[in-house]
């Protein structure tokens, strides 16, 4: 299932970064706050439990979350900036990372990097990259995440190419991608368009 999430806000920011004139500074600061809108959505259907506080007036029973523990894992380098800014919604999250990069000949993911969280099998998995291009490096990363035991996993993306998500419901039908947006297309280098250009370096300034 795909998730767009059209507030507003999300899509207002999305178009700053999509702007070719928005900077290093500014880009990361979108990136950040429209993360953390992204995880609203993603996280709505957290488990709840009542339990009972004392309010300065009274007692009473008040939801608060429950349910499977969180984690959030990066697909590096880009998905980094996305984790960086969930975490302050869920603190006691758990972060892993996940090293992979895209070949520019082949377009196909390349491993160098994988640490989770060891009891990352008894956790709700969000996992964040901003972009879902050819779904390669999504569906690599998916892999190795049930490969140590991942059973709920959900992916984050600021925006999705119709090729990646198709990559990513073929491969894992059971896994949900949130995204601000679905573009086009892929042009012949594999980026996304209209798109943002390069998310990686946008965020860090490498180009
Ligand atoms: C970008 C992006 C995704 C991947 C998407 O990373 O952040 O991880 O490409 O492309 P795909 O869907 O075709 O696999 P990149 O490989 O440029 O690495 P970086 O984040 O280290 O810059
Ligand atoms: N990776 C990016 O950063 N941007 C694209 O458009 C495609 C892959």
């Given amino acids: 299932m795909v998730t767009v999430v059209t507030h507003p806000l999300v ?5 700053l970064m999509r702007d070719v004139r928005t900077g290093v500074k500014e880009f990361r600061e979108l990136a950040a706050e429209l993360s953390m809108l992204l995880a609203y959505e993603a996280m709505r259907d957290l488990e709840l439990e009542p339990a009972h506080l004392q309010t300065p007036l009274r007692a009473g029973d008040f939801p608060m979350l429950s349910g499977k523990k969180l984690a959030l894992v990066a697909i590096l380098r880009a998905g980094l900036i996305m984790t960086d800014a969930i975490v302050n919604l869920v603190p006691a999250a758990k972060v892993g990372h996940i090293g992979l990069y895209r070949d520019p ?23 964040t990259d901003p972009m879902l291009a050819t779904g390669g490096s999504a569906s690599a990363a998916i892999a190795s995440l049930k490969l140590a035991g991942a059973q709920s996993i959900k992916l984050m993306t600021i925006l999705a190419a119709p090729e990646g998500i198709a990559i990513v419901e073929r491969d894992h039908p059971e896994v949900d991608i949130v995204t ?3 573009d086009e297309g892929l042009n012949d280098h594999g980026y996304i368009v209209p798109g943002l250009g390069d998310a990686g370096d946008r965020i860090y300034g490498t180009k």
């Fill in 11 to 15: 899509q207002h920011k999305l178009s």
């Fill in 105 to 127: 000949q082949t377009l196909l993911p390349v491993a160098y990097y994988n640490k989770l969280p060891a009891d990352i099998a008894e956790r709700r998995v969000f996992l």
């Fill in 180 to 182: 601000a947006a679905v």
